[in-house]
């Protein structure tokens, strides 16, 4: 009688079961490789940026120091005297760019917070897309608005019986008449950008706000917006960082004057209009004010870089992940 024995194993293990594919396939490689070079790109451009600023600002400096540049005294390196204190044109560029984000961050956020929460679908379909051309409208329409619009109805409307100097009615070329339309121009940029991270929200959070008793309000501004507030920086800082380096606006519509001054009436010039100004005009190779044009457009880079460093410390800080 034969006896039952169960079957025996095999004495020699073959290679164990995978599901990757032994090798990757020759378009995805490619696919890796083109995308690579796309972000190596964006590196090499950034560093010849900086290669190409750096040398022209050395030399700069190695003919106008440090303690004249970052000074108080006249801007004026076209002229004899001469004159380098560039706190001038960058007190011309805060100014600009302090009342254009007084009118474009809250309004910017108003509108993102109204197509987010309030708009109805019909009326979101057709605002989102009026904001967007608004972003499209090329920057000379809005210094040839400025000039014809917003300084005529400023000059007219302008507090004149208001004693001291805000009370002196202002020119043909002011700050406020610049910063108003810049303003206006970056009001889209805030709003999309600020718009499309409080989407991101989950709907969770607003069903549990409704549900202890939130009205829409409170759950716009208590709930929404904390909750989105990252992507809310990262559009102010969007926005900063455009009305920093605009230049077309302020080159019609800020004046020529490099004023040490805040004041809305007053004439001002910025590093952009300067840069702008200077480099169509018949300058000498080599000369100081040749360099003089990098030297400005460095300490731009680097206002702007750091501009940049802290909006990306601050969106890292207030992040919220969502699953």
Not at 157 to 168: A, C, H, Q
Not at 221 to 244: E, N, Y
Not at 279 to 304: P, S
């Amino acid at each position: 009688m034969a006896l039952l024995t169960a079957p025996t194993e095999p004495s020699s293990v073959g290679p164990p079961l995978s599901l990757e594919p032994s090798s990757r396939r020759l378009g995805e490689k490619f696919i890796v490789a083109l995308l690579f070079g796309a972000a190596a790109l964006a590196v090499l451009i950034t560093v010849g940026i900086v290669l190409a600023i750096a040398g022209p600002t050395i030399e700069f400096f190695r003919q106008v120091p440090f303690s004249r540049f970052f000074s108080t005294e006249a801007w004026a390196p076209n002229f004899v005297p001469d004159g380098f204190g560039v706190y001038n044109i960058l007190a011309g560029t805060a100014a600009i760019v302090l009342y254009s984000c007084m009118i474009a961050l809250p309004a910017g956020l108003g509108a993102a917070i109204y197509l987010n929460e309030y708009a109805s679908h019909r009326a979101r379909r057709i605002l989102k897309p009026v904001l967007e051309v608004l972003e499209g409208i090329p920057t000379v329409v809005y210094g040839l608005f400025a000039l014809a619009f917003v300084a005529p109805l400023l000059q007219e409307i302008w507090p004149t019986f208001v004693p001291g100097k805000l009370g002196d009615p202002p020119g043909f070329q002011f700050v406020l008449s610049a910063g108003v339309v810049l303003g206006i121009m970056i009001i889209p940029t805030v709003a999309s950008v600020s718009q499309d991270a409080m989407s991101a929200i989950p709907h969770g959070l607003r069903e549990a706000a409704y549900g202890l008793g939130s009205t829409k309000m409170q759950v716009a501004t208590k709930v929404v917006v904390p909750s989105a507030f990252s992507g809310i920086v990262a559009s102010f800082v969007l926005g900063l960082s455009r009305a920093v380096g605009e230049t077309m606006v302020v080159l019609m519509a800020a004046g020529a004057i490099a004023n040490l001054t805040l004041w809305p009436n007053d004439p001002v010039l910025t590093m952009t209009a300067f840069i702008g100004r200077t480099a169509t005009g018949d300058v000498g190779f080599g000369t100081t004010t040749y360099y003089t044009l990098f030297a400005v457009a460095a300490l731009l880079f680097v206002i702007t870089l750091v501009v940049n460093m802290i909006s990306i410390a601050l969106v890292r800080k207030f992040r919220e992940v969502y699953e």
